[in-house]
């Protein structure tokens, strides 16, 4: 998307929130804030094990407008929100220590977040305020965070709990928000994806220590004429870290810290280890290495499928005689994840976009085998995006098992590009983006004015997914239309992809009824 296409859906969509509010409290907002979803370009799953991440903020965005509520209000704040309809779309509480949590489970964001400002609040306080959000919801993208970070943001404009330092008044904000996760949501979170949409700035990587919350800002360097692109490209596939996927990893990357700490106490985390002593630990000689033979991939898969019972049971008899598979291979990711994103850094600032490809290739099969967490959706995107002539490399992103690909590309293939994984994976949508900035103030005078029941995006093209429904690509001139033949899967994406995908064994099923309905017809004939 351009800058000024992002500027006019931001002004869209703070129009809606506008109309909203006053079509529900009859009252002109008094402050607007946002705060932006986030992509990791790499450094997946080590920010709860104190390591390196590098994300950027994304044009999508979590808008809240509101105003402090009447006298009238008693004391109750309502919040209500544009992305959903029915009773589902608003909550109201008061705003004191018997905050809880409870349905509608999105308002839990926001009451954790509210919690986490007791202290700083005027007792007895209220306010009304209404939310517009496009940050793909189950993306990957941080929509949770997006939405932690915005109700923060709001409270401090609102009450003025705003610090001189920003930096500072940033760290503290993400680390709320980060708890309020944890509390409300029950999701052991690492920080990364509430600092970079606290603290983020456009046209920046943030290269992010997760032990000391530093940063150093991350720009693309290079000849400026040779600048690749990012393109966010979702699966569709959508996916819940409320589970145990999510608490098990990270209890398993303890438990490979914890048998390091018994050789080497000086280890804090897996971001202080090295492969050396991993292997040190490993008494019982797993090995972690990306598995190539087919039988064995299958194995593997077909213990994914497992219950979560068993797996623990494997786990302890494993670690009876040593370290369990299971932690090895996630503090393997851990430990060479850290390494890449070192690498990564380095060769972006030196315009060195082949190594940051490699780096990111090699991440991406790290989550598929070590730490398990892509699926076959993901897998096939990335698969068919590095058979593109000027792709660098690209990766799953997010917590996985579903949500986003990030792949960094060349600016005159992009299109190509996107043409290509829609023709393979028609269910997908393409993001070209670029590093955007953090949380902020918005001013309401720019607001787009919204007629009352008007649709989330307005008429024509404003619904800001770039790609979508084929939005500003001429597909009968496009190159990919008359070449895409050139491309041909590979026989295992093919199989890999039919054999794993909920979307194809559907598909599947739609043909063997269309075959049989033949058969019958045919018969009757």
Not at 139 to 167: C, K, M, P, R, W
Not at 194 to 220: K, P
Not at 320 to 333: I, K
Not at 459 to 488: F, I, K, L, Q
């Amino acid at each position: 998307m351009s800058t000024s296409h992002d500027q006019l859906h931001g002004d869209l969509m703070l129009g809606q929130a506008i109309s909203r509010f006053k079509e529900e409290f009859n009252c002109d907002p008094t402050v607007s804030v946002f705060a932006p979803g986030r992509v990791n370009l790499i450094g997946e799953h080590v920010d709860y094990v104190q390591g390196y991440v590098m994300p950027f903020c994304l044009p999508f965005r979590t808008i809240i407008v509101g105003g402090k509520a009447p006298s009238s209000a008693a004391g109750v704040s309502t919040v209500v929100t544009c992305n959903i309809c029915g009773d589902e779309s608003r909550t109201s509480f008061t705003v004191d220590d018997t905050l809880s949590k409870g349905q509608p489970s999105w308002a839990n964001y926001v009451k954790g977040t509210i919690a986490q400002y007791l202290e700083d609040l005027p007792a007895g306080c209220a306010f009304n305020c209404a939310i517009q959000s496009d940050v793909p919801i189950g993306a990957g993208l941080s929509s949770s965070a997006a939405l932690e970070v915005a109700t923060a943001t709001f409270l401090e404009q609102l009450y003025s709990i705003e610090s001189t330092d920003n930096l500072k008044s940033g760290v503290k904000k993400a680390l709320r928000c980060q708890q309020a996760e944890h509390v409300f949501a029950d999701m052991p979170c690492g920080i990364m994806d509430q600092y970079v949409s606290a603290l983020g700035q456009a046209d920046n990587l943030l290269l992010l220590d997760c032990r000391t919350h530093s940063f150093e800002l991350i720009t693309m360097g290079g000849n400026p004429a040779d600048k690749p692109v990012l393109l966010v490209c979702n699966s569709n596939v959508k996916h819940s870290l409320s589970g145990s996927e999510y608490p098990d990893r990270v209890r398993q990357c303890a438990e490979a810290l914890a048998c390091i700490q018994r050789r080497h106490p000086g280890v804090q985390s897996l971001r202080d280890a090295t492969l050396e002593q991993l292997q040190e630990a490993n008494s019982a000689g797993h090995r972690s290495e990306v598995p190539t033979d087919p039988q064995l991939l299958q194995a593997m898969k077909r213990k994914q499928k497992r219950s979560t019972n068993d797996l623990r049971e494997d786990e302890e008899r494993e670690a009876e005689s040593g370290l369990s598979r299971a932690a090895y291979t996630r503090a393997h990711h851990c430990i060479t994840e850290n390494i890449r994103t070192l690498e990564a850094a380095d060769a972006i600032l030196a315009g060195d976009y082949e190594t940051v490809g490699q780096a990111m290739t090699a991440s991406h099969r790290s989550l598929q085998f070590d730490f398990e967490v892509s699926c076959a959706e993901l897998d096939l995107l990335v698969r068919v995006a590095l058979q593109v002539e000027g792709v660098y490399g690209s990766r799953m992103t997010g917590g996985g098992f579903g949500g986003c690909t990030v792949t960094l590309v060349k600016a005159e293939a992009a299109e190509m590009l996107v043409q290509v994984l829609l023709h393979n994976y028609p269910l997908c949508e393409c993001h070209i983006v670029q590093p955007s900035a953090g949380a902020g103030r918005l001013d309401l005078a720019s607001a787009v004015p919204v007629d009352p029941g008007a649709s989330r995006y307005g008429d024509d093209d404003a619904d800001g997914d770039n790609y979508g429904e084929d939005d500003d690509v001429d597909s009968e001139a496009s190159y990919a239309d008359t070449h895409w033949d050139s491309w041909v899967p590979a026989p295992e994406d093919v199989f890999y992809f039919f054999s794993e995908s909920k979307w194809a064994t559907t598909t599947a099923a739609v043909i063997a009824v269309a075959i049989v309905g033949g058969i019958v017809l045919a018969r009757r004939r």
